[in-house]
């Protein structure tokens, strides 16, 4: 599949949504969270393009749909570079709207999780300017340190240790 703007990417949730709303006639609603690049394109704070959409967590009645858009969800392996509590902080989309409603997880769970991962493209994504302007770095810091957050979804204390270290770095270069 070619590398999609943002542009794209609200155009394909919006055939998305439409074809849910004609496989699906009755009044259920579903629900799409995407994270990764594509959030960050959506929420225009990178300007990259990007080969994939990918979905933390999507209505169990939709996923063989989300296959034929190429939304990958198997990023759910990487919930554990998640704060505990990420759906407390969802940003609610508005494009579709007929059968599904659309999320992106909040910037701040974003950076978390892209800081967990530790790959070039994450860390390049995250030094983003419109990036590092927008955080609301006091969030940030609650959702790495406190017990119920960065910390709870940890699959062991190394790779909280990991992230700890890779956060502090990010915090001392940017944070204003």
């Not at 007929?98 to 530790?118: G, N, P, Q």
Request: proline share 2%; aromatic share 10%.
């Amino acid at each position: 599949m070619s590398d999609m703007l943002r542009e794209d990417l609200l155009e394909r949730l919006d055939r998305l949504d439409e074809d849910a709303s004609l496989m699906f006639d009755g009044d259920e609603r579903f629900h799409l969270v995407i994270v990764g690049g594509g959030a960050l394109i959506l929420l225009e704070r990178i300007s990259r393009a990007t080969h994939d959409v990918d979905a933390i967590s999507a209505s169990h009645e939709i996923l063989e749909l989300l296959e034929k858009y190429d939304i990958n969800c198997r990023v759910q392996t990487y919930i554990n570079n998640f704060p505990y509590n990420y759906e407390d902080r969802l940003v609610p989309l508005s494009v579709g709207g007929r059968k599904i409603d659309f999320y992106t997880a909040s910037l701040e769970d974003i950076v978390i999780a892209k800081l967990y991962s530790a790959r070039a493209t994450d860390i390049r994504d995250v030094e983003s300017e419109k990036v590092v302007e927008a955080i609301d770095w006091k969030l940030l810091e609650k959702l790495a340190v406190e017990e119920d957050e960065a910390r709870a979804s940890a699959l062991n204390d190394r790779c909280y240790a990991d992230f700890k270290a890779s956060y502090d770095d990010y915090v001392r270069r940017y944070r204003p």
